[in-house]
C-alpha cells in the first residue's frame, strides 16, 4: 500500500511500537487492520476500502467497496485471511502473527 500512495494520503501508525499513542487498545489493533477515514475508526475490509479509496489507482475498488454486500464479502474474506495469517507467516519464514 505505502508503494502505491505516491501522494502521501494515507498516514501509517506503527502500533506496536511503544511510543506510539494509541486511542485503542494496542491489542486490539494488532489483531485487525484499522484505518480512520473521515473521523470514523475503521477496521478490517472497512478499513482496507478505506485505504483503497486513498490511492487514485484503487480508488473504483473502494467506491464500490461502500455497497453493504460488496463490503460484507469482503468482511467475510478479510475473517478467513485472519485465520490463515499465522500458517501464512510461518510458511513464508515471517515468524509469529500479531
Known amino acids: ?3 502505491l500512495d ?3 494520503c494515507i498516514r501509517f501508525v506503527d502500533v506496536a511500537d511503544p511510543v506510539t ?3 485503542i487498545d494496542r491489542r486490539t489493533l494488532l ?6 477515514e473521515n473521523g470514523q475508526m475503521l477496521s478490517g475490509a472497512a478499513a482496507f476500502a478505506a485505504m483503497w479509496r486513498a490511492i487514485p489507482l484503487l480508488r ?3 467506491l464500490v467497496a461502500r455497497n453493504r454486500y460488496i463490503l460484507g464479502l469482503l468482511e467475510w474474506l478479510y475473517i478467513k485471511f485472519l485465520f490463515a495469517r499465522p500458517a501464512l507467516q510461518s510458511f513464508l519464514g515471517k515468524g509469529k502473527a500479531a
Open 1 to 3: 500500500m505505502r508503494r
Open 6 to 8: 505516491r501522494r502521501d
Open 21 to 23: 499513542v494509541c486511542p
Open 31 to 36: 489483531a485487525r487492520l484499522h484505518a480512520e
Open 60 to 62: 473504483p475498488l473502494g
